[in-house]
């Protein structure tokens, strides 16, 4: 039953690599959809490799954007990283590699419910990988497969503003788009500071403060992607 779940060769292959601890491996690929599915509580899901991956993910990201791109704030390059390594994106970088021939899931998942649960299960192999193969090893699949053709991506304006963004990661999830309160107008005509609120039905996720709107509306859009990346793209 474990080598069916765990498949080893498949798993080498894809990331070039001889496989050294076999229980890191089979606990990153069983995500508890599976174990719900199948009324199985023997065996571990992935969601602590997933945390542990998030953050190296986290982190080899943040360090290449940091050596690569000087000429960004920390806002753009938050903005940058959160495009990068959005759930959607990570779970088309899993079909591309073949994950969903490896990772145990629950057959009964739609699209939506799979792409999400691939992408989850990406950084819970990233964590895998760090800890049986070393950073090194890492850093590279990371560089190769979510860094891969940045420049190019920047250049086609495919990163989005961070309202923009940010209105679509909540109308996917959701299915309604974010409102923006004005706050406050403060200062002479020649100076005014605008206070802009982001609020879901009526509950004010954070705030935004720029000499226009628009500034203090992407400030906000700004923060409340940061909220959602510290949560790992689930809840506020």
Known sequence: ?????????????IFNIKIKDENIWLEALIHKSWL??????????????EFLGDAILQMFVSLYL???????????????????????????????????????ISPI???KGKLTVLGDSLEAVIGALYLDQGPEI?????????????????KKGEI???????????????GFLPEYKILDISGPAHQ??????????????????????????????LKAIKKLEENNFEEF
């Not at 753009?76 to 970088?93: F, M, P, T, V």
């Not at 802009?196 to 954070?206: A, E, H, M, Q, R």
């Open 1 to 13: 039953m474990l080598k069916k779940l765990l498949k080893i060769e498949e798993i080498e292959k």
């Open 36 to 49: 719900f599915y199948h009324h199985r509580s023997d065996l571990p899901n992935n969601e602590k490799l």
């Open 66 to 104: 940091y050596k690569n791109f000087k000429e960004l704030d920390e806002g753009k390059l938050s903005l940058l990283r959160s495009n990068l390594i959005n759930r959607h994106r990570l779970g088309d970088i899993a079909l591309k590699l073949k994950l969903d021939k490896i990772i145990n």
């Open 109 to 111: 998942l739609d699209k």
């Open 138 to 154: 890492t850093q590279k699949f990371i560089q190769e497969h979510i860094l891969q053709n940045i420049e190019e991506i920047i």
């Open 160 to 174: 989005k503003d961070p309202k923009t963004y940010f209105q679509e990661i909540i109308q996917k999830k959701y």
């Open 192 to 221: 005014r500071r605008f206070k802009v609120g982001i609020f879901l039905k009526d509950i004010k996720l954070t705030e935004g403060e720029g000499t226009s709107k628009q500034e203090a509306e992407f400030e906000a859009a």
